[in-house]
């Protein structure tokens, strides 16, 4: 049973997401300095004062720090947490610049700021092949079982039993993935190539541009092709199945729920919903047999919008045959999904920038917040799939060629590269300057827009 988060649900959900994806980043930073023999000054979670910590043997204070924003490892030879280099008269004796970062090979200095993101990005795959190969793979062929109404893809010409194979020339490997890529591309026209009697065709089709509200209340605009694709069969259940205790089986195909016909499984939550604590007839294909099962509904109480608790009713099933991966494919799928995910945040930000999105969409602590809060409610592994997304966006917004962040000290070492020299000292503090300047501006913005998008603001 879930519910509206609390202010101190979210905080604690949000520090529980943030502080460990942080303490995971900056790690990745420390071991690979000490793999090279650069000393640490600082391991910092959080900006600011210091609130608490302590100095090991190697002389690295370990600190928590105010604002739990993000963290630092500031390695000798730093003038300050973002690693700008000091002055060339530090008065260090030889052996003690030896143990400098900035006294490093060019190659460990790259490796040692790569390891902060690629830490990220090697902790969202090991969440999702973790997930692969406990639960295995949900596989729903991209076959289109029916339209909903005024459809865009009906229109352009697809019919029913069409298989689609790729979009805009990129491979679909099931339902899932035709669905993610069109909800990026709303009002737009894409190339949709379909199997339909042995050849192939490629239909352009003008998607939908359609708002969901989830749960609890959140907006989103995505793409809609309308078209169902995956069909009414059973494919498994969920916990305490009440459909499964009242004899419904896998493989079971569901043709009407009190007599309104089930042509897609998206029909199946609609019809159930409201019927909470009732009992209903479900009529189901069993082979050649048809058989109406009453199956009484369990009731659940879910936030609703803008969060208020409300009833609805469930079933526990699902759809989709299941596949059992073994572990060198669960990791193949989970670097899989983590390139997608980090594929779709290039092309949302793409489109910001095109103005095909709002700028409003940007979100920030806030909002990460508030959905660290709602996925908790959710239960462990909603929220562990969010702690996945949210490491693979620090992943990738440290790689941006930002001076301050990892990306921008990559991009000097790939500037000293080609110069054969680092680029001066001054020029490298005003490089950084003017990083974190933009990085603040950013932050500053995007907390603006977390809070305009509060109920108590209007949003």
């Not at 909903?148 to 099931?174: H, P, Y």
Request: charged content about 20%.
């Amino acid at each position: 049973m879930t519910g509206s988060p609390g202010l101190l649900t979210t905080i604690f959900a949000f520090l529980l997401v943030l502080g460990p994806l942080v303490l995971i980043h900056e790690l990745g930073h420390y071991l690979v300095g000490r793999l090279f023999g650069v000393k640490a000054d600082a391991f910092s979670i959080g900006f600011g004062k210091e609130l608490a910590g302590w100095t090991d043997r190697r002389g690295t204070r370990w600190k928590l720090s105010a604002l739990p924003l993000g963290g630092y490892v500031q390695f000798a030879g730093d003038m300050n947490p973002t690693s700008a280099p000091s002055a060339a008269d530090d008065h260090l004796t030889p052996a003690e610049r030896a143990q400098t970062f900035h006294a490093k090979p060019l190659w460990q200095r790259a490796l040692i700021v790569l390891a902060g993101p690629m830490t990220n990005l090697l902790l969202c795959v090991a969440i999702f092949a973790a997930f692969y190969g406990t639960y295995g793979r949900v596989v729903n062929d991209a076959e289109i079982s029916g339209f909903t109404e005024k459809s865009a893809a009906q229109a352009a010409g697809l019919r029913v039993g069409d298989r689609i194979v790729a979009i805009d020339g990129d491979r679909m490997d099931g339902a899932i993935d035709v669905a993610g890529r069109a909800a990026y591309f709303p009002g737009k026209t894409l190339q949709i190539a379909v199997e339909r009697e042995g050849r192939t065709l490629v239909l352009p089709v003008t998607l939908a541009n359609r708002e969901l509200t989830d749960q609890f209340g959140n907006k989103a605009r995505i793409g809609d092709l309308g078209i169902e694709m995956v069909p009414p069969v059973v494919g498994g259940f969920y916990g305490d199945s009440p459909a499964e205790k009242a004899g419904i089986e896998v493989g079971d195909r569901i043709l009407s729920v009190n007599g309104k016909t089930v042509s897609g499984f998206d029909d199946i939550p609609e019809l159930i919903r409201p019927n909470a604590g009732r009992s209903v007839a479900i009529a189901v294909q069993r082979g050649s047999e048809v058989l109406t099962v009453p199956v009484r509904i369990t009731e659940a109480v879910m936030p609703g919008a803008q969060g208020k608790p409300q009833k609805v009713g469930q079933i526990g099933i699902r759809a989709g045959r299941l596949e059992q991966v073994g572990p060198v494919r669960a990791i193949a799928l989970g670097f899989n999904q983590s390139f997608k995910v980090m594929g779709d945040m290039v092309t949302g930000i793409a489109q910001i920038f095109t103005g095909d999105r709002s700028v409003r969409e940007l979100g920030g602590p806030v909002k990460i917040a508030q959905y660290s809060g709602q996925q908790f409610t959710l239960g462990w592994e909603a929220f562990v799939s969010f702690a996945a997304l949210i490491s693979i966006n620090l992943a990738f917004i440290n790689l941006l060629p930002i001076p301050g962040l990892d990306g921008g000290h990559l991009a000097f070492y790939a500037a000293e590269l080609v110069r054969r020299r680092p680029l001066g000292v001054r020029s490298q503090e005003w490089a950084i300057r003017t990083g974190v300047a933009l990085v603040l501006a950013l932050m500053v913005f995007v907390t603006v827009n977390d809070l305009a998008s509060l109920p108590i603001f209007g949003g």
